[in-house]
């Protein structure tokens, strides 16, 4: 059993370039959620997806970014136009489907964006 | 709304010592989850333990063990006979249940370095 897997591990960019992530989830994993950490915080709620649905997303998620899960398997995140503030640590995580109360999300290594 | 407070930035256990990270959450609801992730060096996030609100005993796995008091809204982790490779950041999280929310909120983190 693999666990979640991201792609690319490290991206510098120029302010202004769009930059593409890519998260492979856990097989069999119904749920899948992006989240970016800055320096010395915690990781902050972006999106998520049940299957190939985006059921939501936060205030921080801006115009410039979209994420997708076409197929209901990888998930990608696209910035457009990055802007310095965007330099973080992007992480996804993935979970199965609610079954009772436990849904433990399992978390990939993370993409570290930096823009110059 | 949720949120997960950590008032530790750091600390300092010797090997083989026990430590307690301290975790109080603020929450309206009955039904909510907690979490405890280990962050090392490397970024990925490890899962912990789990703890439902619902749950009457403490969870214990390994040497993790989380002290839940309901009342006093606090989770704390307690890791028992500390190693040196337990030195990393460690987030406390919290999710709801019930509706479509399946984000975690997590708090800023404490930082645990182990000496010899």
């Known amino acids: 059993d693999t666990g979640v897997s991201q792609n690319p591990r490290h991206k510098i960019t120029k302010r202004g370039q769009n930059v593409t992530f890519r998260c492979d989830p856990i097989?069999?994993?119904?749920?899948l959620y992006w989240y970016r950490q800055t320096l010395g915080q915690g990781p902050e709620f972006l999106t998520y997806?049940?299957?190939?649905?985006?059921?939501?997303k936060s205030r921080l998620l801006s115009d410039r970014f979209s994420a997708e899960r076409p197929k209901g398997s990888f998930s990608t995140l696209e910035i457009q136009r990055t802007e310095q503030g965007d330099s973080a640590m992007y992480l996804c995580?993935?979970?199965?489907?609610?079954?009772?109360?436990?849904?433990?999300?399992?978390f990939g290594p993370g993409t570290r964006l930096t823009v110059l | 709304a949720q949120k997960i407070t950590q008032t530790q930035p750091g600390m300092f256990v010797q090997e083989k010592e026990a430590v307690t990270l301290d975790c109080t959450y603020d929450?309206?609801?009955?039904?909510?989850?907690l979490f405890w992730y280990k962050q090392p060096s490397s970024g990925e996030m490890i899962f912990l333990i789990y703890?439902?609100?619902?749950?009457?005993q403490n969870a214990t796995e390994g040497r993790y063990s989380l002290n839940f008091q309901k009342a006093r809204k606090s989770a704390n982790l307690v890791i028992s006979a500390s190693q040196l490779g337990d030195s990393a950041m460690y987030f406390c999280?919290?999710?709801?249940?019930?509706?479509?929310?399946?984000?975690?909120?997590f708090g800023k983190g404490t930082k645990l370095s182990v000496k010899p």
């Open positions: 995580a993935s979970s199965p489907v609610d079954r009772g109360l436990i849904d433990t999300q399992y």
């Open positions: 097989s069999e994993h119904n749920r």
């Open positions: 997806f049940q299957n190939e649905a985006q059921l939501e």
């Open positions: 929450t309206s609801d009955q039904s909510y989850g």
């Open positions: 703890q439902g609100s619902y749950d009457e």
């Open positions: 999280a919290m999710r709801r249940y019930g509706g479509s929310q399946g984000n975690l909120i």
